[in-house]
């Protein structure tokens, strides 16, 4: 299951997606690890711009493992652009609570900023706040991290 997970990531990131495909249909029908599968389709179904597509395949992977932190991660991106803020908040809050971003803290950084920004537009302070002190603490090095905490902290929110 790691290999193929691995195979599908140098595929999506190769941008061979004939290839990923062929793949991942592979490992659908032969039970390799559906959840990696399905988070390598709706990535690459997402980067075609395929999104309701994408984000099918990506509430499926989210369904067969719902501690999978990047495909919520993905899952919550698309959910916002698509004009569901709530929803997204949801999935993008149990993305970071699971923290389970195996060799991906740039895409963890920026479901924390995601997250972040779409609490302080619902106005939702008090857990905008919160939320940016655990972004700060998880990546204390992060600029971003910081200004986020204390824009929110002067009352910026």
Known sequence: PLALDRWLGFLLRQKRWPEL???ARAGLQGGTNPQSVQYHL???????KKVVQAQAALEEAVRLDSRGSRSQA???SILAARGQPMRACQVLGQAVDHGAFTNARAQEASTWRLLVRLLQEQQRGDEARRRAGQWS?????SPQARAAVE???????
């Open 42 to 48: 709706g990535a690459m179904l997402l980067v075609q």
């Open 151 to 157: 824009r929110l902290r002067s009352g910026q929110d």
């Open 21 to 23: 495909e062929e793949h």
């Open 74 to 76: 993905l899952l919550g």
């Open 137 to 141: 603490a998880r990546f204390p090095d």
